[in-house]
């Protein structure tokens, strides 16, 4: 038998009345390295893709009655949608093909056909399926496009990481990443995914905490139709979404217990088994998770496999918090701001002033690179696009609770240099606070700050307000205010407006 990788074998339905054939496709198929089911009549060939999924379908036109291929066809795609099938007759003719290729067949050839000729379609079919795992690969890096498109930072805290993923990416060892909420845990997996072999191929992110408990073995294994109530049509599971490239499970720690037993299976033997089948599907996946809980102790207690870790961490990385690099602040900074510009790097950079920069350096970052995106974003639009002072910045920044401030002391030595255009000594000196969050001129904020505000004013200053305590979060502070989201976007967006036209 062929050695084909599991995510280029293809799992073949094979319908003729003919023994000799069905004997033939038995042998010769998974010399090509396939899996093969075959089936006598229509009728069973029906019931088979109501119980089974296949990647492909060979079937003959005339078995019982002249269109019986006809009705297999129409059933599988009725239920399969996806699956590729093949008509085969020894009486071809233009309305055949036509009709099968109207009910969704892939191609159309005619008895007797040679075995070279049902390879070269199968190749073809494979060439299809790679096709729609480069789009899936090509759609999951543009999501990412989003975010930093590599790991920003040269601190000596991260170079360690960014070596791991220099050696460790290229392989398809499994990788446990560890680390506090928002370190940025999915750009080192998405890192790992793009140095891989695999980076043609699908990188399918999920979050355990968000698994809904009825449904999660549904979700990560798909499910046959029919499977339970509700089940309208077969359903491919992340596994098989993933296949042949990169399952990221992220907040592995909040996987249910009954779930680790199975995802345990998987990582074992290699194969999943959807709901309501009874046939396994070899499926070719890495898997990279990811967890800020402490796996050691949820052993200890009960709550975590201690097999099913052993299984995970093949290699382990942990990242440090952003407060024990603080070197890379200003660079995270620009990428991010860059990010809310929909600008280049080099376009936004002198927009970040030395005062509003010596804050950010100063900052306690509980919620890490993430509490640092979501300062970016609101600085970008307080700001109104222009320069970013200490009075763009969020006001829990500016004035932090005194428990939080962690003074920035870089060693005067050469060894240690400040971050690229800022000076040392600048760095060590006294940060002056500004006596507002929000820039006191009614010309420059576009909200009055005289004696006499309208109601207007007033309302704009408490929803910056809820905006600021919320870290950024939009749909938090619409939550909070009793507003939708639609609402908060175009307030801030007026109060952008208002800002620049006073401005100018």
């Known amino acids: 038998m062929a050695t084909t990788p599991a995510h280029n074998r ?17 042998s010769e198929l998974p010399r090509l390295g396939h899996e093969v089911t075959t089936c006598a009549d229509s009728k069973s060939g029906i019931e088979t893709v109501k119980k089974q999924t296949f990647d492909a379908a060979i079937l003959d036109m005339r078995m019982e009655h002249d269109k019986a291929g006809l009705q297999v066809l129409a059933a599988l795609k009725q239920v399969a949608p996806d699956t590729e099938a093949v008509i085969m007759t020894g009486y071809g003719s233009t309305e055949t093909a036509v009709e099968a290729l109207r009910l969704g067949a892939f191609d159309y050839l005619t008895k007797p056909c040679k075995l070279t000729d049902i390879e070269a379609l199968l190749l073809r079919i494979q060439e299809k399926r790679k096709l729609k795992h480069k789009t899936a690969a090509l759609e999951s890096r543009v999501e990412a496009a989003e975010g930093p498109s590599g790991l920003i930072g040269a601190s000596a805290a991260m170079t360690p990481v960014q070596q791991f993923i220099d050696r460790v990416g290229p392989t398809d060892g499994r990788v446990l990443i560890t680390g506090e909420t928002g370190t940025g845990k999915e750009v080192v997996a998405r890192a790992l995914y793009t140095k891989s072999k695999r980076a043609d191929m699908p990188f399918v992110p999920v979050n355990c905490g968000a698994l809904t408990q009825t449904l999660a073995e549904s979700q990560l294994f798909g499910h046959k139709k029919g499977a339970f109530t509700g089940a309208d049509k077969d359903h491919k599971g992340f596994f098989e979404v993933a296949n042949g490239g990169t399952l990221f499970l992220d907040e592995l720690g909040e996987l249910d217990k009954n779930l680790q037993v199975k995802l345990l299976r998987v990582l074992e033997a290699g194969e999943i088994q959807r709901l309501g089948e009874s046939q396994p599907i070899t499926v070719d996946v890495r898997v990279i998770s990811a967890t800020n809980k402490d796996l050691r102790k949820m052993i200890e207690e009960g709550t975590f496999r201690e097999d099913l870790l052993f299984r995970l961490n093949m290699f382990h990385v942990h990242l440090p918090p952003l407060r024990d690099r603080r070197e890379d602040i200003p660079e995270l900074a620009r990428h991010l701001l860059a990010r809310h510009a929909k600008r280049p790097v080099e376009n936004v ?80 000196s006294p940060a002056p606070m500004p006596t507002l969050p929000f820039p006191a001129n009614q010309g420059d904020t576009g909200v009055s700050t005289g004696p006499t505000k309208s109601l207007a004013d007033v309302e704009m200053e408490y929803i910056l307000q809820v905006y600021s305590k919320n870290g950024m979060n939009k749909q938090k502070t619409s939550d909070e205010l009793g507003i939708s989201l639609k609402t908060l976007y175009n307030k801030l967006h007026k109060y952008e407006e208002e800002r620049q036209r006073r401005a100018g």
């Open 10 to 26: 293809l799992r073949i339905l094979f319908v003729d009345d003919e023994t000799h054939l069905r004997e033939f496709m038995k």
């Open 349 to 428: 950079a002198h927009l970040l002033t030395p005062e509003a920069l010596r804050i950010m350096l100063n900052h306690d970052y509980k919620g890490n690179v993430r509490e640092l995106t979501n300062a970016m974003e609101y600085a970008w639009i307080v700001s109104g696009g222009g320069t970013i002072t200490p009075e763009a910045l969020p006001r829990d920044m500016v004035y932090p609770k005194p428990s939080a401030t962690i003074p920035v002391a870089f060693p005067a030595a050469p060894s240690a240099p400040a971050p690229s255009g800022y000076s040392a000594a600048f760095l060590g």
